[in-house]
């Protein structure tokens, strides 16, 4: 691995922040890196779960599955408990990212957290300038501030032109989730 590890933000209102990610954490595990992806937000039971758990130790993952449904939909006492399971999640981002036990390292929806007010901002700004040197990082969300941008490597912005959930199909297993 190079001595060089950089900080990727992949968001937009398109689908396939999370797949690009994840496309990436492939690719790097076949490279001989280990992997960890803390999930900010995801309530549900995706397919990338099996897959992850197939790779074994080359790829990990922390999320805490008792949320309950989408932010919009939680009642105040929903949303406090959200709130205290998303400050353990990032407190396990941080003990992972300053570990020196991975390679890369995947913020999921990190951004989304940021954008609900259930995470400061500066926080991750933190992360990023603090960041260990060799270690590539990865934030992905819907919107991304201008200084998250600017304290980034690489942004990319996947932008929706044409959804089929626009037509009335809904998500699909093993391709949505």
Request: hydrophobic share 40%.
């Amino acid at each position: 691995m190079e001595n060089n590890g950089y900080i990727h933000v992949y968001m937009g209102d398109g689908k396939g922040k999370t797949t690009c990610a994840l496309g990436l954490a492939f690719r790097s595990i076949g490279a001989g890196f280990k992997v960890m992806m803390v999930q900010f937000l995801k309530n549900w039971h995706t397919s990338e779960l099996d897959s992850i758990k197939l790779l074994g130790d080359k790829f990990e993952i922390f999320r805490i599955e008792s949320k309950k449904d989408f932010t919009y939909n939680l009642n105040e006492e929903e949303l406090k408990l959200l709130r205290e399971e998303i400050k353990i999640e990032l407190n396990k981002a941080k003990e992972f990212i300053n570990s020196g036990n991975y390679d890369l390292i995947i913020l999921d929806e990190v951004l989304g957290a940021i954008q609900g007010g259930f995470i400061d901002e500066f926080e991750i700004i933190e992360i990023m300038k603090n960041k260990p040197k060799n270690l590539e990082l990865i934030l992905t969300g819907r919107n991304a501030s201008k200084d998250i941008i600017d304290n980034a490597d690489l942004v990319s912005r996947i932008d929706k032109v044409k959804h089929y959930y626009d037509n009335g199909i809904l998500a699909r297993v093993g391709i949505e989730y």
